[in-house]
């Protein structure tokens, strides 16, 4: 589950990055703060069904389960953006995504059962 998320956010920012990035040249000019929160709420609702979904199974290890999840996203959200901006396509998309899943999974407290690693590319270990 945690893969495919951070997979469709992926696939989302790569095939709207004319939006995003308009988005964020916006906010900085000062004139996007109308789509902030909507997007915050996207994720905050992300973040608490994935949380749901991992208490269901007995998974996830934190306090606040809902808060850790919705940060691991968010993380992972912030990550993409400055691949986006930044780096452009100079990473391998699938070493991104098993990277970013794995890294999501640690801070979670959720075992890597090879899921999120299944598509390592040639830089994954």
């Keep these: 589950?945690?893969?495919a998320l951070v997979e469709a956010t992926a696939h989302i920012m790569k095939r709207n990055q004319g939006f995003f990035r308009a988005l964020f040249q916006r906010s900085l000019a000062g004139a996007?703060?109308?789509y902030w929160p909507q997007m915050r709420a996207g994720t905050q609702r992300q973040g608490e069904l994935l949380a749901n979904?991992?208490?269901?199974r007995g998974e996830g290890k934190s306090d606040n389960l809902a808060e850790a999840c919705v940060f691991a996203l968010r993380s992972v959200d912030g990550a993409l953006v400055?691949?986006?901006l930044n780096d452009g396509p100079y990473l391998d998309?699938?070493?991104v995504i098993d990277s970013l899943s794995r890294m999501a999974l640690a801070y979670l407290g959720i075992p890597d059962h090879g899921g999120a690693g299944?598509?390592?590319s040639a830089h994954g270990k």
């Design 1 to 3: 589950m945690v893969r």
């Design 32 to 34: 996007g703060a109308a």
């Design 53 to 56: 979904f991992l208490a269901e």
């Design 82 to 84: 400055h691949r986006m």
């Design 93 to 95: 998309e699938g070493f």
């Design 118 to 120: 299944s598509k390592r």
